[in-house]
């Protein structure tokens, strides 16, 4: 297949060239990658068949084989060499997300900083990867954990965080002393393609004891990451997406006692409260609904308001969504981007219809014009419904915010945790009783709950995800690090008597 070379095909091709993935791997394959800003095909890539990803697996743990020998510090050496590298590429790279996912130029740049933000941290960590002394009962004994690397990683991401996903995971694992091999999203394969390149230029800089195959990548649909999801050599998957893919997947590991890591959907809400700072909220709000064009795993979707404050904040919302600039990413001014594809837009209409159905009052929602009959922008919609029923407790990857009134704190926590995912959650309140109840015991249910800040937008430095049907899974900082590793019990006897634990006694003559 050979590729029109319109405006963004060109830019697309060089930047990549820039970034040193070489040009004639773009064109003459059957997956076709089109930037959802013009929706204009931008790449044809050969995917990488079932047998041959299950090889690079084989060659991935070879890889793993000798990196696992490799000291910790020096393996950090190679990340802190992949942050410098990141470093330079930033603008380039940053730009190649906004092409590939359709996001505002801060947001591209801001993805390759979380990615550099995770390499340092990773650095660190390199000489952090402690075990405990453990107390023993017995005289003449010492008890302790120690962490070894545990083998190839998989890494399957989604589209709409294409490459800070994948370095969240890579440079916790490669410190780790682990191999990586990357299942990339469909939708989003030239980023990854980029990081490949990036990686390997850092590897260069490493020297000799990095092994070939620390990373692959692997293009290509379900079906690939399925390969990396049944391949007895990988001991652990971490897989991003939605909640159905984590359904699929799940099971899959599980059958085979391989460890997962998984980061599903998120229908993340937020609480005004009456003593709430209304202006910080606004901005909050407006930020976590809209932006990314609500195409976050943490975007907020669902928003209680009390009763008392619901008249002063939700018009001015309602304004802010009016006004919001949307249009081409790529020109300076536009807040709200694209959405990936048609699939998306569909889904948010019929959303937005069910909505209607049930009593919701949308504001905005329609599409807009960007000049691109192929392209997929939309205004955000905002949407007042009378109590939280379908669509509003389902994930909708696109930016609709539900609105909905309560009056009673408790029945109000209720509601904020009575929907199947548990990602990201805020309140809104200057009151201390109703900070502390939310983020205690009966307070919010998911993995990461916030007081004054809205749902998105974390920092690399806590451990990420959420609870029930968000998956569970923990990757980028505290110590989601240990999921990459394998932990070994180590009891040393150093005494010339042999005490059996708990008083047993086995004497032989
Ligand atoms: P998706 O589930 O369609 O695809 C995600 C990835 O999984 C892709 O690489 C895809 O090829 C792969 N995949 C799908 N089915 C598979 C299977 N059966 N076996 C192996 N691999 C499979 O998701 P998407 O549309 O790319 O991304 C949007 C979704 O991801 C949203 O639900 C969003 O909330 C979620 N997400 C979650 C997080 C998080 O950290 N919790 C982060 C980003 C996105």
Redesign the pocket.
Known sequence: MTIAITPIAKETADLLAKLGVAGNTLSGGELSVHSPVTREQIAALRQVSPAAAASAIDKADAAFRAWRLVPGPRRGELVRLLGEELRAAKAELGRLVSIEVGKIPSEGLGEVQEMIDICDFAVGLSRQLYGLTIATERPGHRMMETWHPLGVVGV??????PVA?WSWNAALALVCGDAVVW?????TPLTALACAAIFARAVKRFGADAPDGLLTVLIG??A???V??DHPKVPLVS???????GR??GPRLAKRFARAVL????NNAGIVCPSADLDMALRAIAFGAMGTAG???TTLRRLFVHDSVYDQIVPRLKRAYESVSVGNPLETGALVGPL?DKAAFDNMQKALEQARANGGTVTGGTRFDSGHQDAWYVHPAIVEMPAQVAPVTE?T?APILYVMRYSDFDAVLALHNAVGAG?SSSIFTRDLQEAERFLGADGSDCGIANVNIGTSGAEIGGA???EKE??GGRESGSDAWKAYMRRATNTINYSNALPLAQGVSFDID
Do not use: W, Y
């Open positions: 399957i991401s989604a589209f709409n965080f996903v299942k990339p999203s469909e939708k649909d379900r690939v990451g399925e990396l999801v897989a991003t997406g939605s909640t159905r893919m699929e997947v980061e599903l959907g998120g195409q976050r795993c990936i994930e990857f990602l990420f995800g959420g968000t998956g």
